[in-house]
């Protein structure tokens, strides 16, 4: 029993020893500019909480799901995107995304014998949850979409006339990332309307035009700057 606590005793000595000499050469041991300390790199642990920001630009198309006329048709076109980001990222595998995007663009809308472009202005404003895997190099994210902007308006015998928004105010959101080096991210988003739009096209001087129920979808690829 005695010569157990001995050992034991001996073993803790021995340990704390180590632990002081061990110390000791660290804090004598000169560290060069490059982060380098006795030949091995000391690699810096990002904090538990941090922020990311980021600027990029895309393409989007804004597609139609529904009609609730048969009567109109409407082609939708491709338009541009530019946005900033900002991630609230929380450890490594998890966080919380925002953005303002600005998109513009344009429809083709088609009722009797009036064909006009129909030109597409919004200004959104997601709120998603994101996980990351294999080191933050993919990224899958979903949440909410605010159009907090969403109108579009076209021209006839020059006076301009309101199409009425495209999407509503809340809509549903998933996309997917992949970062390419330390600040290239290339991602794709889909975005579904929790309701219909109502709209008007074909309206003149006089004349109410036709009204109608549009539900529409967005689909969004594009490049981010990260910093």
Known sequence: MTRG?????MVVATAIMMLGMGTKAMAQC??????????FKIESQKKKV????GIGIGGVYSGIESISSTDILVKPRYGFQGHFDIAVCIGRNFAIETEVAYEGGSMDAI???LERR??????????MLSLRFFDNRIRLSAGTLFAVMSN???TVDSNTYLFGAVMPTYNLA???GLRIGKHTLIEARYVYPLKETVNQFGAKEGETGLEFNMRGYK??????LLF
Do not use: M, Q
């Open 5 to 9: 606590i001995k050992g034991f005793v």
């Open 30 to 39: 000169d560290c060069n500019d490059s982060g380098h300390y006795h030949g």
């Open 50 to 53: 941090y922020t990311e920001f």
């Open 111 to 113: 009722w009797k014998n």
């Open 118 to 127: 129909v030109k597409t202005r919004s200004v959104d404003i997601p709120l």
């Open 152 to 154: 579009a308006e076209y």
């Open 174 to 176: 998933a996309g997917v």
């Open 219 to 224: 689909i969004s690829a594009g490049i981010t």
